[in-house]
């Protein structure tokens, strides 16, 4: 979901290009409820596996976000925790 914010705000330089980021971002809510059922069966298979190690990946404007995952990953288990 970040990543399509990105996209779009990177769309949006100009008024022309505003209209249109409101007018793309106005179908992310649909667009995420129809990947929903696609990953639900996934979500729930990570779900019930154990994990011992979490990695977040992220450079360039995606580094903050990996970072911002870690430290909530940090939070909630109180486990050791690196962004990349």
């Not at 179908?27 to 979500?43: F, M, Q, V, W």
């Not at 903050?64 to 430290?71: D, F, P, Q, T």
């Amino acid at each position: 979901m970040a990543l399509a914010g990105q996209v779009l705000i990177a769309k949006a330089g100009t008024e022309a290009g505003a209209a249109r980021f409101f007018q793309e971002l106005s179908k992310l809510p649909d667009l995420l409820r129809s990947l929903t059922p696609r990953y639900g069966e996934l979500g729930r298979t990570l779900a019930a596996d154990e994990f011992d190690q979490i990695v977040f990946l992220g450079s360039g404007p995606s580094l903050g976000i990996a970072e911002a995952s870690a430290l909530a990953v940090l939070e909630m288990s109180v486990e050791k925790c690196l962004s990349h």
